[in-house]
């Protein structure tokens, strides 16, 4: 990890939504807790085991959570991008990092101290709640992975994944397209698929004429009816 000097912390900070409504002085005083991190792709900014000491922003770029199982196989937990946070709940648990994180581009990151967060707390009570509201977004997005990995089959994984940004009301989008922000073999530790049924599912999916299939680019001509071959995928 390379640190520079050059960026206005502050005004980072002032549009992170979590800090939304704190008052200049506020602001400030975490600045001095908070430091930059620049990430080059493919380093890692934390291992599983390390002590954590603060939590981290990302400014831009993309960043994934993830562990090694028994078997020596990569388990991707989580895929951030801009804006994103992580790190939160390790932090207020006092206990070492379960994942390590890994940027997956060139991201410059901010790392904000839990000294300084606690000290902040201690003072405002609402940005203790903005953080809880945080953290029950997270758990229940976990949720509804488990549930998706117990009950939905790998088609019904990636179909959703797809259309995730899409909603069902969306009656004028009719086509879409989407790209992926990293490689399949990320994506389909994600969906905890391996790699290989990743790429059958997306190749039968094409050969149905529900997708097209560019490098990461997937356009979707019809999404009603990519949406409804759910209802077929059962295996």
């Keep these: 990890m390379h640190a520079k000097q050059g960026i206005n912390i502050e005004a980072l900070l002032s549009h992170v939504p ?8 506020e602001i400030a005083r975490i600045a001095r807790g908070t ?17 954590s000491n603060g939590f981290h922003l990302i400014v831009y770029g993309q960043v994934k959570l993830a562990f090694t199982s028994s078997q020596g196989g990569e388990k991707v937990v989580d895929i951030l991008s801009q804006g994103q946070s992580f790190g939160e709940a390790v932090m207020f648990m006092e206990k070492p990092y379960m994942v390590y994180a890994q940027a997956l581009s060139d991201s410059l990151l901010l790392h904000i101290s839990k000294a300084v967060i ?3 707390l201690d003072k405002d009570p609402k940005l203790g709640r903005k953080m809880i509201a945080g953290l029950s977004i997270r758990l229940h997005h976990l949720i509804t992975d488990v549930e998706s990995y117990s009950l939905h089959s790998g088609r019904q994984r990636i179909i959703g994944y ?14 879409l397209t989407v790209m992926l922000t990293t490689n ?3 994506i389909a530790s994600r969906l905890n698929l391996t790699q290989e049924h990743f790429s059958r599912i997306l190749h039968e ?3 149905k004429g529900l997708i097209v299939v560019e490098g990461r680019k997937i356009s979707i001509p019809d999404v009603e009816k990519l949406r409804g071959y759910t209802i077929l995928a059962l295996a």
């Design 205 to 207: 999916l094409s050969e």
């Design 118 to 120: 606690l000290d902040e």
């Design 184 to 186: 399949k073999g990320v």
């Design 18 to 25: 979590l800090f939304n409504g704190l008052e200049a002085v």
């Design 162 to 175: 797809l259309l995730r940004d899409t909603v069902e009301s969306d009656a004028n989008s009719n086509s």
């Design 35 to 51: 430091r930059e991190v620049n990430a080059l792709r493919g380093e890692i900014l934390f291992h599983k085991g390390d002590p």
